[in-house]
């Protein structure tokens, strides 16, 4: 059943998630694999879990931590973590080079020595990705061709176009970009590296996701130095690649006692919503303009791998109103006391905009009372991206827009 909280701007289904063994793909060795190739990347340094200590008290939340990406490489976003380890497997399986042994390094001389190439990286993105896929290619001597959908702002197109990428904005939504990629490539004999899976198309996204637990494989790390674990995991979905890659490895490595894993969307692009209210199990797209200012989750389509995932290890699904996100933004940017200021894109923001909610508008008690959400919880969430529409950021930062 699907309740809406019309005054908080929220809607959402709970479900049960089912007790079953964790996810064979997303164990701890592998994430230890993907974290030992992007030590080996130039630039490699782990990102900061933020310990927002004095919103905690404020808000009555045990702890609350924010895994930061918004420095990851340089890049403004976690996405990098896929698309460089996505191309380094396909790159290895076309060289016939066994994975494990392999470093940035030895794969950078591997392809010159067996001269492959000319080779041209294609993929669909609402931005993040696509400068992934770009910044892979630039480290490389690859060609690379992004395709956005209508409406991606400027920033964006330059912060690809910057990494040598040729980028084309589509007059389509993202899923109907991803389809128009998949048919050009086959045409032009371009190398697809999408962060969404279909039928007949799932290994790479399966490499995709397992780069991401590059992120939790650290946050795990870090919670340990201080003696925490999270009771609570919100992550936030377009397509559901990062949140089902985070779950699944927290599920693995918390098997004893698992979070409660919570997704977030954007209520125009709420698809993982759409298929949990559904309770059928079989994954449900969303059609339309996808119109939102979290554009990094701008997605109808749940991608099938993630979905799998999600279905099996959530306990409630969330769609939150742009104003949510703003709200998050503005939180974050402007920390109280001693803790530190985190810069917060749209799509990263959404998860301590939704936590807000939870903890102090008296429409969410319910909600904030079947999630257990207390004095006693260790709550994480992801900051997956910085600044990047900086014109944006400054409407919502400075000059309150989106306040609902
Ligand atoms: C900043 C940011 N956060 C979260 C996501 C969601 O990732 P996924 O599409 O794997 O669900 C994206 C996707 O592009 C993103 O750019």
Not at 380 to 388: K, R, Y
């Amino acid at each position: 059943m699907m309740t809406t909280i019309e005054s908080c701007g929220l809607r959402y289904v709970l479900a049960s998630p089912a007790a079953i063994s964790p996810p064979a793909d997303f164990t701890d060795a592998h994430a230890r694999q993907a974290l030992s190739f992007h030590s080996t990347l130039p630039g490699y340094r782990p990102t900061s879990l933020v310990d927002l200590h004095q919103l905690a008290s404020r808000w009555n939340i045990g702890n609350i931590l924010v895994k930061n990406e918004s420095s990851r490489f340089g890049l403004s976003a976690f996405k990098v973590l896929g698309g460089s380890y996505s191309v380094a497997r396909m790159l290895c399986r076309r060289m016939g080079i066994e994975w494990e042994p392999v470093d940035f390094g030895t794969l950078k001389k591997e392809l010159v020595r067996r001269q492959i190439g000319p080779l041209t990286l294609a993929t669909a993105t609402d931005g993040n990705h696509g400068r992934s896929v770009a910044w892979m290619a630039e480290q490389l001597g690859l060609d690379a061709v992004i395709y956005m959908p209508k409406g991606t702002v400027r920033s964006r197109v330059e912060n690809i176009r910057r990494h040598g990428a040729r980028v084309e904005v589509t007059d389509f939504n993202y899923d109907e970009t991803v389809r128009l990629v998949w048919e050009l490539a086959n045409k032009n004999g371009w190398q697809v590296i999408q962060d969404t899976a279909w039928e007949g198309y799932t290994e790479i996204p399966l490499w995709v996701m397992q780069g991401y637990t590059t992120m939790s494989a650290e946050a795990i790390e870090q919670m340990a130095a201080v003696g925490m674990c999270p009771t609570h995991v919100f992550v936030q979905a377009g397509v559901g690649a990062f949140a089902a890659a985070m779950v699944a490895n927290m599920a693995n490595v918390f098997s004893e006692s698992p979070p409660r894993f919570i997704v977030v969307e954007p209520t125009q692009a709420a698809c993982m919503l759409a298929s949990a209210r559904a309770g059928d199990g079989r994954p449900r797209g969303v059609t339309g303009n996808l119109d939102t200012i979290m554009a990094g989750l701008a997605c109808g389509e749940p991608s099938p791998l993630a979905w799998d995932i999600l279905r099996k290890w959530c306990c409630c699904f969330i769609g939150c109103e742009d104003f949510v996100a703003a709200n998050g933004m503005r939180i974050l940017a402007n920390p109280m006391g001693e803790d530190v200021a985190v810069e917060a894109g749209e799509s990263g923001a959404v998860g301590i905009g939704l936590l807000d909610r939870l903890a102090n508008h008296p429409d969410c008690s319910m909600l904030k009372k079947e999630l257990e959400l207390d004095s006693e919880s260790t709550v994480l969430v992801f900051n997956t991206e910085g600044a990047t529409d900086p014109v944006n950021y400054r409407d919502v930062v400075w000059y309150g827009k989106y306040n609902g």
